[in-house]
Every structure is written in structure tokens, then in C-alpha cells.
């Protein structure tokens, strides 16, 4: 499978199955265009064949000489040779055999607080009640999750906890509690526990600071982009914004860390899709890791991104790309989560073919205890998996998503992301179509446009000097 693509000035060819990437001349771009539209399976003995260059003159020849064609095509078959271009599907006959895995528990979203000291219209939590009741974690609950993790993790050494919400500083005396039992299991099981906390930084001091810093492997900081943005969408309960009480919190908690191992974290939504200004905000004020993530909503939601806003959100992320390569070149570089991308190894094979290992290996734990396979899922009752007393009591729900993977979802058939994605996130596949074998087709639609523009970066910033290789 081949995908073709023109950005910024370079013709760019991704070869799906082999994750070559080609950087291509005019004559090379297109002759690979005329040798894909034959929808034909190309090997190096076919390309050979007098036919096919024959069949390039007739297609090329107003804009070629056959001797450039010949050059080219001799170009193509050794990257074919290579298995560079035109590789065959080498994973479909691996997706048994990862279904089949015997699969083991490496991280939990741990639901510290069902309660939030902010609003947000667009929180998929409902201000931390996620369809049920506010609630704090016990540390007696927060003790029996570690210990499921501990006893279900196998062999792996090192396991993730992310303490969510609502807003976990609302518990903030539970998450200490619950690191330092966790540093003791350490060194009784050989396990390292990599935390995380996800905070709106409302009740961020320098107590909690100093302790996320020696604590915390990441930290993710919420926070929507520019002042009259991020108030819009993420206000007190009172109706008056959050920004100015924040930012200078997340400046001097972001420099503490020296500026790494922690995600300043937007939302954006049709109010605002000129998002790559809240982005340069972002970097503006100094912050170097930044993700904005678009809002998933339901149709009637006014701030919900439609399928017309498509185009727009499309042109602005080619914007942002663009100044993001000029930035760097200038010595003022930043990380955009979504433009990160690994053409040397990335994730490996299980998870191209199946994503983030939710319902699996990645589980979510209530305030009371109960599992569901992901912080997403919580208080959909067709997914309670199990509690912290029984453990998992309905291995059913594993397996199907077990069963989940690029192979599953038919609108995952022909997309050329479909191995950056591994077919999107499972939860807003059941959101809009009541399946986790479906896809969500706007958020589809902005991942494409996004690897693109990220092999595109890539390509701009080897051809600057600044990288060796794709």
C-alpha cells in the first residue's frame, strides 16, 4: 500500500506496510503515482518487464524522455528490491497471534478524585461525577489497585500509574500515601513504579511541587491555550476563569522540571480552530511540551467539531507545521505531541495492531474500587470488568477488546495511518457507532492530515541539516 502526498514543497511517498518514507524528485513521485493507480501488486521481476516501461512512456510521455523514465524506473525497482516500495502486507498473519498473547497488566488510571474544582463545559467526567457520584479514593482502595497491578503484571519491571480525576490535588494527601506504598512494593517484588499526575493546577503549591518533582515521571498540566480561550471552556463553578490563577503555576512547575517530562494539555473545539495561535501561546510563554487534543462531542453540543470544520482544521494544522519548522530553525523549537512520530522503530508490532492496550494491559479504578478498561469507559455499566476485591469477574470484556485491531475495523482496511493510530481510541469508536470495532471518522480524518504533516517536518528539517535521517 502506497500513499502519495504533497506538502510544503516535497513530494512525499509512504510505503504502509515496509514504513519507508521517500522523499521524491517530479519524475520519481510520478512515475511511482502511475505504477500505484494500476492497483496491481508490484514486484521487482513485474517492474522489469519490457510491459512496464511501455505502459510509462504511454502514460508519461508529453511530460518525460524515455530515458528519464528508464532511470526512474530503475531507481523504483531497487527500493522495491529492497522491500522499500510496494511491500506486501506482512502483518495480517500476525494478528492471531496477537490476539492470542497472553497479555499482562503494566498500567492504571487511578481515579483519585471524582470531584473537580473547575467546570469545564466540554469535561467527558461531568466535573469528576462520571455519570455516578463524587467520590475521593480511599487509600485502603488505592492500596488494593497497586497491589492488583503488582500481582497481575508478570514479568514486566516497570508499571505506570497516572493518578486522574476530577482533579487528584483534591486528594492530594491519598496520592502521597499511595507513592510511598508503592516505593516499599518496589523493592519486595523488583517492580518501578512510574507515576504520573494529571492537574488543573489549581491547588498546585510548592509543597506538591517539590513532591511531583522527585516523585512524578510525568506531569500533565491542563490548560487550553490563550486566556480568553482556555476561560471560555474551563471556568470555576463561580463563571470566572481559570488562566490567570494557573499559568504562573505551570511556568514555575514546567522550569523546575527543566522544561521536560511534562505535557501542557489543551482541548480544542469550533470555538476556537485557529488552535495553532493557543499552541504558539503556549510556546510564547516559554512552555516546550504541548499537546492540544480536539473535543469529542456529541452533535448538539455547540462547541462539537463537525465534519465541515474539517477543512479548516486541516489548513490549520499545515500551518502549524510549517511555523513549527521555521521555529526550529531559528533556535526556538517546541514539541507538538501529535507531530511526534518515530520512522526509525515506534511502538511494536501489538501495538500498531491494536493501540493503547485498554481493556488489557491499561485498566481504569474508581474512588470504590471497580476496573473498566479505560478512564473513558467509567460509569458505563456494560463495562465493569471487576473490583479491587475480586478482581477481574468479567474476562469477556477483555477479550473483545483483545479482539480489537486495524484488522477488526473495516474503515481501517485502506487507511494509510492505520499503523500511527492502530485504529483510534476504542471509546469514541462505542461513542458514536455502539461498537469498539468502528472508528471515528472526523477524528480519522485530523489523524491522517497529522501524520502527514509530521513526516512533512521530518522531511523539511533533514533537508535543513538539522536531522540525519527520516
Known amino acids: 500500500m502506497i500513499h502519495q502526498y504533497k506538502n510544503n514543497g516535497y513530494n512525499i511517498v509512504l510505503d504502509v506496510y515496509s514504513g519507508s518514507v521517500h522523499v521524491m524528485d517530479d519524475l520519481c513521485y510520478d512515475v511511482t503515482k502511475i505504477l500505484n493507480e494500476q492497483n496491481e ?9 519490457p510491459e512496464a516501461l511501455a505502459f510509462l512512456v504511454e502514460r508519461l510521455k508529453d511530460t518525460y524522455r524515455k530515458e528519464e523514465l528508464m532511470e526512474a524506473l530503475s531507481d523504483i525497482i531497487e527500493l522495491v528490491k529492497a522491500g522499500q516500495l510496494f511491500a506486501k502486507d506482512s502483518f495480517a498473519d500476525m494478528i492471531e497471534v496477537v490476539k492470542e498473547r497472553k497479555t499482562v497488566v503494566k498500567a492504571l488510571c487511578l481515579h483519585i478524585a471524582h470531584d473537580c474544582n473547575l467546570a469545564c463545559k466540554y469535561c467527558f467526567a ?24 503488582i500481582a497481575n503484571s508478570g514479568n514486566r519491571q516497570n508499571l505506570e500509574v ?17 507513592v510511598v506504598y508503592g516505593r516499599e512494593q518496589e523493592k519486595l517484588y523488583n517492580k518501578h513504579f512510574r507515576f504520573t499526575v494529571t492537574t488543573n493546577g489549581v491547588l498546585l503549591n510548592d509543597e506538591i511541587q517539590e513532591f511531583i518533582n522527585r516523585e512524578m515521571d510525568n ?5 487550553d491555550g490563550r486566556k480568553e480561550v482556555n476561560d471560555r471552556m474551563r471556568p470555576f463553578r463561580n463563571g470566572k476563569g481559570s488562566y490567570d490563577l494557573i499559568v504562573p503555576k505551570f511556568k514555575k512547575l514546567a522550569d523546575s522540571r527543566n522544561q521536560e517530562k511534562y505535557y501542557i494539555r489543551g482541548t480544542f473545539t469550533r470555538q476556537n480552530l485557529d488552535f495553532a495561535e493557543d499552541i504558539l501561546h ?4 516559554g512552555f516546550k511540551q504541548m499537546s492540544i487534543e480536539p473535543v469529542v462531542g456529541a452533535e448538539s453540543d455547540p462547541y462539537a467539531i463537525k465534519e465541515e470544520d474539517l477543512p479548516v482544521i486541516k489548513e490549520e494544522y499545515e500551518r502549524l507545521a510549517k511555523i513549527m519548522i521555521d521555529r526550529e530553525k531559528c533556535g526556538k523549537g ?16 501489538a501495538k500498531r495492531l491494536s493501540g493503547c492496550g485498554s481493556g488489557t494491559e491499561y485498566l481504569a479504578v474508581t474512588p470504590w474500587g471497580d476496573f473498566y478498561p479505560c478512564h473513558q469507559f467509567v460509569g458505563q455499566e456494560e463495562f465493569l470488568m471487576g473490583n479491587v476485591d475480586e478482581g477481574i469477574v468479567r474476562p469477556e470484556i477483555a477479550e473483545d477488546f483483545r ?10 482496511k485502506n487507511c494509510f495511518a492505520k499503523f500511527y493510530c492502530s485504529g483510534g481510541c476504542m471509546a469514541n469508536s462505542y461513542n458514536f457507532h455502539g461498537t469498539i470495532h468502528d472508528t471515528y471518522e472526523i477524528g480519522c480524518e485530523m489523524e491522517r492530515k497529522r501524520v502527514e504533516c509530521a513526516i512533512m517536518i521530518k522531511a523539511a528539517l533533514l533537508s535543513q541539516g538539522t536531522l540525519h535521517s527520516l
Not at 479482539?403 to 481501517?412: A, I, N
Open 219 to 223: 506531569v500533565v498540566l491542563s490548560l
Open 334 to 349: 517546541f514539541n507538538f505531541f501529535h507531530f511526534m512520530i518515530d520512522l526509525d522503530g515506534g511502538p511494536c508490532v
Open 162 to 178: 497516572d493518578f486522574f480525576g476530577g482533579e487528584p490535588l483534591m486528594n492530594w494527601q491519598v496520592v502521597k500515601e499511595l
Open 126 to 149: 461531568e466535573e469528576g461525577e462520571y455519570h455516578g457520584r463524587r467520590a475521593l479514593m480511599s487509600f485502603e482502595v488505592g492500596k488494593k489497585a497497586l497491589d492488583f497491578l
Open 41 to 49: 501488486e508490484h514486484t521487482q521481476e513485474s517492474l522489469m518487464e
Open 282 to 285: 503556549f510556546a510564547d510563554l
Open 403 to 412: 479482539g480489537c485491531s486495524v484488522y477488526s475495523k473495516e474503515s481501517c
